[in-house]
């Protein structure tokens, strides 16, 4: 029986939580610390009925679980992983009726933290809705 990869691991990490299923998030891109989720824009997720905005927290928890991806999907990565810390800055509200997508990238690792660095973005890619600075908890693979 073989092993599964790195990426169906994060797959498979993204999936099984049931908030990313309630809040519609699906998997785009992921490899070698680098992940990519999509969360369409959903009339319950509103945080501001006047405007049709999406809520902060829903925006959050994208990237946050964007970054759990980036990291399980690090070429070293060796287990699960749990946010340590998360600055998020709001640059402006994201349009209402697009789909958002957040992007990460692990750029750094020691034997016990991840450093990663994320942003979400709607139909202007060139202006973010959000960036992000992150640590996670980081096992390194043993090899040998």
């Known amino acids: ?31 070698d610390g680098h992940a990519e989720l999509a969360m369409p824009w959903d009339e319950d997720l509103v945080g501001d009925p006047s405007s049709g905005v999406i809520h902060g ?17 690090h070429p070293e990565n060796g287990g699960d992983t749990a946010t340590l810390n998360l600055r998020i800055d709001y640059m402006r509200p994201a349009r209402p009726g697009e789909t958002l997508l957040a992007r990460a990238t692990c750029f750094h690792v020691t034997q016990t933290v991840a450093f990663v660095r994320a942003d979400a973005v709607d139909g202007d890619p060139e202006h973010p809705v959000a960036t992000a ?8 693979r043993i090899t040998g």
């Open 1 to 31: 029986m073989s092993r599964p990869s790195l990426d169906q691991i994060a797959e498979a990490f993204v999936l099984a939580l049931p908030h990313a299923k309630d809040l519609g998030m699906r998997l785009v891109a992921l490899n």
């Open 57 to 73: 927290g829903a925006v959050s928890a994208l990237i946050d679980t964007t970054c759990g991806a980036a990291v399980m999907s």
């Open 133 to 140: 600075s992150a640590a996670f908890t980081f096992q390194r």
